[in-house]
């Protein structure tokens, strides 16, 4: 499976169904994905880092594009209720994000005040003061957490070179304030290996991660695409409306999307 690359710098409006009507933003090449992860459900297909030279959208035409486009989208039946940060990999490893996250905030409180500023990003960056300093001034600061133990992070992520659950985690507890945790749940197997984040051992690691970082809010979800690797199982919601409640019993909001 191929993967669905999104071929412009700034595409949409789509429906989400998590944020509402979203104006996407991808920071990656728009011809290849490029991140420091390869996860088994990725909509944009494995990761192949390979390309000799990669070309990232520059800060100056991005913010002259997105004013644009919201300038286009203000007052209509699209005007966005989120722009978010996803794209063909991990937005927070472009180099000017910071400055980028600046612009946008600047473009929405004149084009689209409503707008909640989102970005969907792996937590792998969040060592880097410049990207939390970023994060912390959007609406939606939203970081996946995957696992809860480092079998179970290296099946489902396998992020590239040494990054570790416990290296996600320790970035994790960087963030203070305005933190909303993703996790997608599933099952199913890669390169001859299971993998299953909604074992009762599994849950309860991953319980207790959720209880040390203490997050504003754990987003739970499941598959929606064709993902890279064959047959994952989509987790009924009754079951990821069993992992929310005990989220909600350590004092936690949890939020159930299928
Ligand atoms: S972190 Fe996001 S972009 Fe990167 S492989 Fe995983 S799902 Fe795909």
Redesign the pocket.
């Known amino acids: 499976m191929a993967g669905i690359l999104f071929d412009e710098l700034i595409f949409g409006p789509v429906h989400s169904r998590r944020l509402g009507i979203s104006l996407g933003i991808n920071l990656l090449p728009v011809h290849n994905?490029f991140?420091?992860?390869?996860?088994v459900?990725?909509?944009?297909g494995w990761?192949d880092n390979s390309a000799t030279k990669i070309v990232l959208p520059k800060r100056t035409d991005f913010k002259r594009l997105l004013s644009e486009k919201l300038q286009s989208l203000h007052n209509t039946t699209l005007e966005p209720d989120a722009i978010t940060f996803?794209?063909?990999?991990?937005p927070t490893t472009h180099p000017e994000f910071a400055g980028i996250i600046e612009d946008t905030l600047e473009a929405r409180d004149l084009y689209a005040p409503k707008a909640a500023v989102t970005v969907?990003s792996?937590a792998s960056m969040l060592h880097k003061k410049k990207v939390r300093d970023a994060l912390v001034k959007v609406d939606k600061n939203i970081q996946?957490l995957d696992a809860g133990t480092e079998i179970m992070f290296q099946r489902i992520?396998?992020p590239l070179g040494n990054l570790t659950l416990e290296k996600i985690v320790e970035n994790l507890l960087l963030i203070k304030e305005n933190l909303t945790i993703q996790t997608l749940f599933l099952r199913g197997e890669n390169d001859g290996q299971n993998f299953d984040n909604t074992t009762p051992e599994e849950i309860s690691a991953w319980l207790k991660l959720i209880n040390i970082i203490q997050p504003a809010e754990v987003m739970l979800y499941s598959i929606e695409r064709e993902t890279p690797a064959a047959g994952v199982e989509k987790i009924a919601r009754k079951e990821l409306e069993l992992i929310a409640r005990q989220v909600q019993a350590l004092g936690v909001k949890a939020v159930v999307f299928d």
């Open positions: 994905k991140c420091n992860f390869n996860c459900y990725c909509e944009c990761t996803a794209g063909n990999g991990e969907l792996n996946k992520n396998q």
